[in-house]
């Protein structure tokens, strides 16, 4: 018996589009289910407690479950071969991230250690996988080593948290949190030799919101099911629905959150961390928006939101929709940004995003689909202020 020749191959360096069309593949697509199964465990748990308090406290978690897909997903715009050994790190990631998702729900009490213990695996993969491409390829040698010390150095202090009682767990958390953004972020020289692809890195990201934004859908509908044929249950989750495509206008459309994204120079490394960081307040604001869409579903005809959730829908989408304005802002340099007409044409979606905040005050006088009705006529104002046709001084810069 022969064995395929492309069982264990080296990484090779896609960074470099040189003609080549990349798209994602389809390990990657169920990489992406996988942690967006994560996410939805943490937005169960967000669902029991949705207040502020429940909101500040996930942030960390969102954050470790989005920065985790980050991670891999970069090596492999960068790095990715298609053969045995990088299914079989893949595979042992996504084994990482059931653990993490199995652990998030109590991960600041007794599933800490547990917790702390799969994130630092999935970092140990991670960073194996960049020793890897530094060792076969040469040009690739520099980033691989910057960033094996500073994954590494974080795999060390979340195995050590976990053998540290609470509330020194959290300090350690936090210093490792920070090592695993400033990793990346003092790297911008080594990234812009070693430019993540100008497609499939977008496609990615792309095809990551949409999962999100469908999961969001899908939870609006089991609510609605879940409740039976009730005709304002049926309205409101309508409204839901509406918002969701807005969502999904906007990133795809608006913003262009998923088009092609080339570095030409090094000081475009700001406007590409710019993208890229942009898509966790979105990442967050699309799950707790969806959370609070389920509970308005679930109200009575004259029943009113709580005045803490009401605000909160409306801070979430509110979140939302400036993460997509930071999003079509990093195709502009800080100069190009405070361009008169290009502050003048996005006015009109600030004053949206301030009517949204507004709404908050409303949630305690209205009942609970009327307040979603109005954020609902908003999201739809949005998106006709995106059908206005773009000055010619701006579209030569897009």
């Not at 890897?132 to 590494?152: I, S």
């Not at 995003?353 to 009942?367: K, R, S």
């Amino acid at each position: 018996m022969k064995l395929r020749k492309d069982i264990i191959l080296p990484p090779r360096l896609r960074s470099r589009d040189e003609g080549e069309e990349r798209h994602a593949e389809w390990l990657e697509l169920l990489y992406d289910l996988v942690f967006v199964a994560a996410i939805s465990i943490l937005a169960l748990n967000l669902s029991s407690d949705y207040s502020f308090k429940g909101f500040i406290l996930s942030i960390p978690l969102f954050f470790i479950i989005w920065w985790g897909w980050v991670g891999h997903t970069f090596y492999l715009t960068r790095f990715g071969t298609d053969d045995l050994f990088n299914r079989f790190l893949t595979m042992l990631q996504m084994v990482a991230v059931a653990a993490i998702a199995v652990n998030v729900e109590d991960a600041y009490s007794f599933s800490g250690p547990s917790f702390a213990v799969s994130y630092a695996f999935l970092r140990i993969i991670l960073l194996y996988a960049y020793y890897r491409a530094g060792k076969h390829l040469k040009e690739a040698k520099p980033l691989a080593n910057h960033y094996v010390k500073g994954f590494g150095l974080v795999a060390l202090i979340w195995l050590i948290s976990a053998f540290v009682p609470i509330p020194f767990r959290f300090i350690l958390w936090a210093i490792a949190l920070i090592i695993d953004i400033l990793t990346p972020l003092t790297a911008s020289k080594e990234q812009f030799k070693l430019p993540p692809h100008s497609t499939h890195l977008p496609e990615r990201f792309g095809l990551f919101t949409i999962i999100l934004i469908g999961e969001a859908v899908v939870s609006i509908v089991f609510t609605i099911n879940s409740i039976g044929f009730v005709f304002l249950a049926e309205i409101t989750g309508i409204f839901g629905l509406i918002i969701a495509f807005c969502i999904w206008w906007s990133y795809f459309d608006e913003s262009k959150g998923a088009e092609a994204k080339v570095i030409e120079s090094e000081n475009e490394v700001s406007k590409y961390q710019l993208w890229l960081y942009s898509h966790f307040p979105l990442l967050l604001g699309v799950a707790t928006l969806a959370i609070g869409i389920k509970h308005v579903i679930a109200l009575d005809l004259d029943e009113i939101l709580p005045s803490y959730e009401a605000w909160l829908i409306c801070f979430s989408l509110a979140l939302t929709f400036i993460s997509l304005n930071l999003i079509h802002l990093s195709s502009f340099s800080l100069e190009e940004c405070k361009n008169r007409v290009l502050i003048i044409f996005r006015m009109p979606y600030y004053m949206v995003i301030i009517l949204i905040l507004l709404t908050g005050f409303l949630g305690e006088m209205i009942p609970g689909w009327a307040f979603l009705g109005i954020l609902t006529f908003l999201c739809v104002i949005k998106v006709i202020l995106s059908l206005r046709e773009t000055p010619e001084e701006l579209v030569c810069k897009l």
